[in-house]
Structure formats: structure tokens, C-alpha cells
């Protein structure tokens, strides 16, 4: 199965690298170091430090690698860490986030997974060990990871039923990824019996290491200074909003009873979308400013019914300068995204009913009295504006959340110490 896996992947690499320089036309990441993709580096001038290899696919596992790049390069001061993404917004998010590092962390592009190109990636880099980030699960990478003897670990890792049964209907390739896997650190209970369904041998539960994920100084100044050029008004926030959510949203706004002078934040998850997003607010009628036309000193204007958050690396802002965040990917069947951040922030979190990959965090911030789940768009809108018109009750579920958060930190040095007997030897 991995052969016809690896021919597939050969024969896809045209069509792949196509793909890519079409991506390039909106995001002009896509069309670099393409040699990094190719498993091909240039020759190192000196020895390098032990490196640790770390791999967070995007934005959202980079931001949540925080806590782990930290503990882990104090816990080894004498290690490097070479970090890998897929897409440019991951690497810029982990340039903006780990520059503090200095030498010590590198960042390349994955290899694509055809067998020679993640051998070339271990040979000149010669990891100590191999740490893939919640969902990442490539067959040939595992595969040389094992012929090299490097060990294997899934931090993080999350595994929803759905895709459970996917994995599964690929039979004997994941199989044999799952058994080449070393050490898997689940979130949930969960998650780990999920894995140890499709063979992985030593799984141990270590909670989620977002929750430990600390706010930064400067993102609580941003959005105070964002909260500050919008003023007094109540602020509703849709953040990380997927394609097709942000018509049902702007329907819904245009049919509910917000505060008159209620602002509408939307921030899309993906940055080729903001265009696209201004389009369609304006195709409804209503008035928008982009994040990015404000200047340092502007205002929002008092006629401005939408704000479109168009800026990388500031959601911890957004979700600052909000007085309710409502989580996106959840309105239709994506699977959610993370509601740990708003939640730390103390914002009232509103998701809806999409959200199996983050199933169990959700319960648990509903049953904490810090998140209320939404059945649609318009159920978003009605639970928006009572909250923005009943402040006792929003502070209420506001600090409830943040209790939430608190109570659930402790990931990241359960990991470490998971980790520790692999980088010991």
C-alpha cells in the first residue's frame, strides 16, 4: 500500500507543483523555497546543534506549538529546533512568534511525502526526534523516520470519530504509519482510545496544550488600541469564519434586533478570502472598514456596520478589543475551530453546531457556563444581542470562561515529560 502510496504522490508531483504556483497568485508564499518542498538544502557551513524537529502544519498548530517551542528549548538549552509548515501563513505566524529564539529555531517548509524527499530532509538536518503536531500523520515520513531511527511523537493530537473512519477505510497504509509512531500525546481521553484503534502502541493523555498558550503583552496592547478607534460600541466578533459562513452571518445581521450602534467584527480564517469577504458585505449594503485602511491614530467610523479584520497575526487583538466572540468553521460542517483563546482572553464564546473536532473542549466550555452553542446564524444573532444588552450576564460568562481556561493549563510540562525518556537516550 505505501508503494502504490509513493508512485501516487510521483505522479501528482506536476499537478502538485501547479497547484502551488496557482496558489501564488493570492498568497506569493506559496511560490517560495521551493527547494525546501523538494527535500533539497543548502550545505550546512558548520555542525549543527542536536536538532528537534517539530512540525505545525498552519497558522493555528504554530500558534499552538507556543508553549512546547518554549519548554522544550529550555528544557534542552543545548538543542535547535527546526520547525516545518505547509503554508506561508504558518511560516510568517512562526516567524512573527519565535524570532525571540534567535539561531535556535529554524523554519522550512515540509517535504513533500514521496519517500526521498523527507529522507533528504533527516539526513541534513539529522534530527534527534521527530514531533508532529495534532493531526499530521504521513506514512513515508514515518517510514524514514524508523529507517533512521528517529523516534516519532503526535503532541497535541486530536483525532475526531469522522476522521477516525477515514483513516481507517485506508486500511493497511495508516496501519502501518500508526504502528511506526513512537509516542502519541492525546488531548482527551478521547482521542487517545480513537488512536489506539488504529494501532498506535504508547499513548498517554495529556490535556490540550493550548490552554497554555500565553497572551502576549503587545497583542493585549494592539487591542486595546483597537478597542480604543472603535469607541463605546458593542463589539460582536466572528473570528476564524470559513467560506460560505460569512453569507450566513451577514443574512442574519441584516434580519436581527443587535444594539443600533453594535459593530460587526469579521475576521476570515484564510487571508485570500479578505477580498472576497469585502465583496460581499458591500453586495448586502452595508458600510465596512478594513483593519487594514486604519491608521495608527484612526477611528472607526460611527457609520460603519462591519470592520473586516484583514491583518495576519493579530486574533489575540480581535479577540481583545471584542465584547463577545463567536467562533467560526461551526456554522456549517467544518468541524469548528479553537475557542481556548477567547476563552483565556475572558469573551464570551458562541459556537455553533459544527464541532467535532474540537467536540469534548466544547462541552466542556458549555457546561462551564462559558460558551453557548448556537443552532444557526440567526440563533447567533439573537444570543448576541442579549448578551451585548445584558452586561451582568455577560461578564458572568465571561469570567466563567476564563475559569475555564485556567483550570485546564498543565499540557505542555505533562509533554515534556512524556517526551523526556525519547531525548534522553
Request: charged share 20%; proline share 6%; net charge positive.
Amino acid at each position: 500500500m505505501r508503494l502504490l502510496y509513493t508512485l501516487a504522490w510521483w505522479l501528482a508531483l506536476p499537478l502538485v507543483l501547479a497547484r502551488l504556483w496557482l496558489r501564488g497568485r493570492q498568497e506569493p508564499g506559496y511560490r517560495q523555497h521551493w527547494g525546501e518542498r523538494l527535500g533539497f538544502y543548502p550545505r550546512q557551513a558548520a555542525p549543527a546543534p542536536d536538532t528537534i524537529w517539530l512540525h505545525a502544519v498552519s497558522v493555528g498548530e504554530t500558534r499552538a506549538a507556543e508553549p512546547l517551542v518554549d519548554a522544550l528549548l529550555a528544557q534542552w538549552p543545548d538543542c535547535r529546533i527546526v520547525l516545518t509548515h505547509m503554508t506561508p501563513t504558518g511560516r510568517a505566524t512562526g516567524k512573527a512568534l519565535f524570532a525571540k529564539h534567535g539561531a535556535r529555531l529554524l523554519q522550512s517548509y515540509l517535504p513533500y511525502d514521496t519517500g526521498a524527499m523527507p529522507a533528504r530532509f533527516i539526513r541534513h538536518f539529522a534530527p534527534r526526534i521527530c514531533i508532529l503536531m495534532e493531526t499530521e500523520v504521513w506514512p513515508n515520513l514515518i517510514h524514514q523516520c524508523n529507517r533512521y531511527k528517529v523516534p516519532v511523537v503526535l503532541a497535541n493530537a486530536r483525532l475526531s470519530q469522522r476522521s477516525l473512519g477515514k483513516a481507517q477505510r485506508l486500511g493497511k497504509l495508516i496501519a502501518e504509519a500508526a504502528r511506526g509512531i513512537t509516542l502519541v500525546a492525546a488531548q482527551t481521553q478521547d482521542d487517545a482510545d480513537r488512536v489506539r484503534q488504529l494501532g498506535v502502541r504508547d499513548v498517554v493523555v495529556t490535556g490540550s496544550i493550548k490552554f497554555d498558550v500565553v497572551v502576549p503583552e503587545a497583542a493585549l496592547a494592539t487591542g486595546a488600541a483597537l478597542r480604543a478607534a472603535i469607541g463605546q460600541r458593542p463589539v460582536l466578533l466572528c473570528a476564524s469564519t470559513r467560506e460560505g459562513e460569512e453569507q450566513l452571518i451577514l443574512e442574519a445581521y441584516t434580519r436581527a434586533s443587535l444594539p443600533a450602534d453594535a459593530l460587526l467584527l469579521i475576521v476570515p480564517r484564510h487571508p485570500q478570502r479578505f477580498d472576497e469577504v469585502e465583496k460581499l458585505i458591500l453586495s448586502r449594503g452595508l458600510a465596512v472598514q478594513r483593519r487594514s485602511g486604519l491608521a495608527q491614530d484612526d477611528a472607526v467610523a460611527a457609520g460603519t456596520q462591519v470592520l473586516l479584520g484583514d491583518s495576519m497575526g493579530e486574533m489575540f487583538a480581535y479577540y481583545a478589543a471584542c465584547d463577545c466572540a463567536f467562533v467560526g468553521g461551526s456554522l456549517l460542517p467544518l468541524g469548528g475551530q479553537n475557542l481556548i483563546e477567547p476563552a483565556a482572553l475572558g469573551k464570551p464564546v458562541l459556537i455553533g453546531p459544527h464541532t467535532f473536532n474540537f467536540a469534548l473542549v466544547t462541552e466542556q466550555a458549555i457546561a462551564a457556563g462559558g460558551a453557548a452553542l448556537v443552532a444557526d446564524a440567526d440563533a447567533l444573532m439573537a444570543q448576541a444581542s442579549a448578551l451585548l444588552q445584558d452586561p451582568a450576564r455577560l461578564s458572568f460568562m465571561g469570567a466563567q470562561a476564563l475559569a475555564f481556561a485556567n483550570q485546564h493549563r498543565g499540557a505542555t510540562p505533562r509533554t515534556i515529560k512524556a517526551i523526556q525518556p525519547l531525548l534522553s537516550v
